[in-house]
């Protein structure tokens, strides 16, 4: 991790489940029931809450969060991510890291290219994905999988990252391969 940056999202809040306050949570932890166990959690806007969790329901965690009683005061949640203090959380070990750690790393191809940095790290329910800005500014998404991204140094401030094909390629870049892929199958 960054050393600017002293929270880590844990989960963000994605529902409610009946009357009576409980959220649904969608959680970033490793096992997802942690999203509860490092202390208070705080938000965005600087709020802070104590949450317990109460069980799971479509595939999220469920819990309650101390002041939180009916289920308007639930909806009104939706949406709200969840931190907690980078100091709460256990240390890792060599080769080990959270999520949070890749943000702010610069990103390079396994040829050495400079490509730009991680901004971001993303699961859409299909796998982990960085974002990485490139030095034009524009933003690539690249599947965190070790054949995509060869290496993760955290220390050395830099992910090194294998450009499969279809990566880091503009639009006109993907119409150009596609017409000449059309075109050699004509010949055949």
């Known amino acids: 991790m960054n050393s600017n940056s002293s929270r880590v999202c844990l989960g963000v809040i994605v529902g409610v489940k009946g009357l009576r306050g409980e959220v649904r949570i969608k959680s970033f932890t490793e096992r ?3 999203v509860a166990a490092y202390g208070p959690v705080t938000t965005d806007d600087g709020r802070s809450f104590a949450l317990t969790v109460t069980g799971a329901a479509q595939g999220a965690i469920t819990g309650r969060i101390k002041g939180v009683a009916d289920r308007n005061a ?3 949640l939706k949406g709200v991510k969840l931190y907690v203090d980078r100091k709460a959380l256990p240390a890792t070990d060599d080769g080990t890291y959270y999520h949070a750690d890749l ?4 990103a390079a191809s396994t040829s050495g290219e400079e490509l730009g940095k991680v901004t971001a790290v993303y699961n859409f329910g299909a796998g982990d994905m960085i974002e990485v800005t490139m ?3 524009r933003a690539e998404l690249v599947p965190f999988t070790p054949a995509a991204v060869e290496t993760v140094d955290v220390t050395g401030g830099k992910v090194i990252i294998n450009p499969l094909p279809g990566l880091f390629e503009n639009d006109s870049e993907a119409d ?3 017409r000449r892929q059309e075109q050699e199958g004509d010949d055949t």
Do not use: F, K, T, Y
């Open 135 to 137: 030095a034009s500014g």
């Open 103 to 106: 943000v702010g790393l610069a």
């Open 74 to 76: 639930a909806e009104a």
């Open 32 to 34: 997802p029931e942690d």
């Open 176 to 178: 150009e391969r596609e």
